[in-house]
């Protein structure tokens, strides 16, 4: 059982950067392939990131391809997601979570564990 807890969040200008933070317990992260999701109020949750394991590869979607990198440090087992030139849309609340492979997904429901998230406010 890995337990997620993200940090980092704020409220900032648009324009600014934030790097959220994911700390793993309960278990190793290096044989997961992570992920970043948000959800906005009345929204659904949003793929927003994600890392594979075994070759570090990652995968964005548009909204956030070339603001956004994933990284993960693995003796820390830690994951990040260092925003930049934030936008007003990119307000929601964050969520890390851990798949129980090593493969890529977008899909919320391939994912087995999740954190409790960390609220991200851009005000213009």
């Known amino acids: 059982q890995v337990h997620l807890i993200e940090s980092g969040g704020g409220s900032v200008q648009d324009g600014s950067s934030l790097r959220l933070s994911c700390a793993a317990s309960?278990?190793?992260?290096?044989?997961?392939?992570m992920g970043w999701f948000r959800q906005a109020p009345g929204k659904e949750r949003e793929f927003v990131a994600a890392i594979a394991w075994a070759n570090l590869a990652t995968y964005y979607p548009d909204s956030v391809k070339g603001r956004f990198t994933i990284s993960k440090d693995d003796p820390n087992n830690m994951l990040y997601l260092q925003m930049n030139n934030l936008k007003p849309e990119d307000t929601a609340i964050y969520y890390c979570?851990?798949?129980?492979?090593?493969?890529?997904?977008?899909?919320?429901?391939?994912?087995?564990?999740w954190g409790q998230g960390t609220q991200v406010t851009v005000s213009s």
């Open positions: 309960g278990g190793s992260i290096s044989s997961h392939a």
């Open positions: 979570a851990a798949r129980q492979d090593e493969n890529l997904s977008r899909r919320a429901n391939d994912y087995a564990y």
